[in-house]
Every structure is written in C-alpha cells, then in structure tokens.
C-alpha cells in the first residue's frame, strides 16, 4: 500500500505570494492532518480535516486554510507569505478522525525569500 | 493546552535498553499519550500510545506513571536504525495534538 505522498517536495516563493501544497493520503484512509515544522517553534498543528469538513484547527492566522477534496486528497493555502512561514510542511493521515496512529508523508520544504 | 517536558538528548548504546522519560503534569483526565519518532529527513513515524495502562507493541512499551503526570518510552534492544527524535504527545479532548521539543536519541555502535 502506498504511503502519504506530498506535492511539492520542494518550493521556493517571495514574500506576499501565495502558495498550495498538496497531500494524498493512505488509500482508504479519510482524515488528513496538517502540520507545520520549523527548528524554533518544532511541531505544530495546522487543521484536521475528515470527510471534506475542518474538524480541528491550530492556532495560526487565517492565512493559512485547507480543504479536502470527495477522495480525501487535501490541499492547505498560505496567502501573503511571510519570511516566517519557510518551514517543512507535514501531511498526515489516518482511517478516522481523532485516529491515534497518524502516518506522515515526506513533507514540503517551503523557502520564503 | 497540556504540555510535556522531555531531555534535550539522550545516548545509549546498541543493543541496551532505552528509557525515554516525559513529564506532563498537566495532563487531563481525558488526554492520550503518545509518542512518535522522527527519523532524520522523515516525517514522523507512530511508535504507541495509552491513557492508563502500561502497552506494549513490537516496537516499544509505555510505561505511564500511576497519577499519570509523566511516561517513559521503554526501547527494550536500541539499534542504530532507533537514532531519531522521540516525541511524547498529548492528544486532549478536543483531538489536538501538542508536540513536545522531543528528545532526540543518539545511539553509539
């Protein structure tokens, strides 16, 4: 079974750009988590979303937003990039919402400059 | 938001046991402990979690203190493919995860 897959690997922007990352869960899996991951802050989390609807939501500002497609593929959107928002973006997925075991993709490795 | 407190870094040796301690003293009555591991240029890796009990799975075993403010991660035989960044994790009530600073392990041949 192949495992979470995120698009792009890697990327590079300017500041006030917008940027769409995408994730691919697990096949059969229905929830998607989102998180962000940068040396000071470590990780942190974004928003969950199951069966096409945001179920959780971290404590970022509204930049930052996502959905879920029917397929259970997810996007995530950052507006108006800033210096501060380059950090590795993690997806990952579970069967259910609030599923303990959570399987992560490779991440995408998002440069502002 | 509960947290944990976890070392900085550990070292072990190959083929010794690992105890990877986490404090939490905030925990809830409802929160889940979990750990995950991050191996270098990968995304976390699941390794267990519990809420009262002790567990056990093929990778490891948790050891959760009775008044449940802290847990240890037990690594019966560490391996060198075990070097990474352990996190201890709380999953409250309302299903968000707060990721602890994580230990990160180092494991001499």
């Known amino acids: 079974k192949a495992g979470v897959t995120q698009t792009p690997r890697y990327l590079i922007k300017t500041r006030g750009q917008q940027v769409t990352l995408s994730c691919s869960p697990i096949?059969?899996?229905?929830?998607v988590s989102w998180y962000q991951q940068t040396p000071g802050q470590g990780l942190q989390f974004l928003f969950e979303y199951f069966s096409e609807t945001q179920r959780n939501k971290g404590n970022f500002p509204g930049r930052f937003s996502g959905r879920q497609f029917s397929n259970s593929r997810s996007e995530m959107n950052v507006s108006t990039l800033e210096l501060g928002d380059s950090a590795l973006y993690l997806c990952?997925?579970?069967?259910?919402?609030?599923?303990?075991?959570?399987?992560f993709g490779p991440g995408t490795r998002l440069t502002v400059t | 938001d509960a947290k944990t407190t976890q070392p900085n870094s550990m070292e072990s040796n190959e083929e010794e046991p690992v105890h990877l301690p986490c404090n939490h003293s905030?925990?809830?009555?409802?929160?889940?402990i979990h750990w995950y591991r991050q191996l270098p240029s990968q995304g976390p890796e699941y390794v267990i979690h519990g809420l009262t009990s002790n567990v056990n799975n093929r990778m490891a075993s948790l050891a959760i203190a009775e008044d449940r403010k802290s847990s240890t991660l037990i690594l019966h035989r560490a391996t060198l493919r075990d070097a990474a960044v352990y996190y201890c994790?709380?999953?409250?009530?309302?299903?968000?995860?707060?990721f602890g600073r994580g230990t990160s392990l180092i494991v001499h041949p």
């Open positions: 994790i709380l999953r409250d009530i309302s299903y968000i995860p707060t």
């Open positions: 990952a997925s579970s069967l259910a919402d609030g599923d303990y075991e959570q399987y």
């Open positions: 905030t925990i809830s009555g409802t929160d889940y």
């Open positions: 096949s059969g899996h229905r929830s």
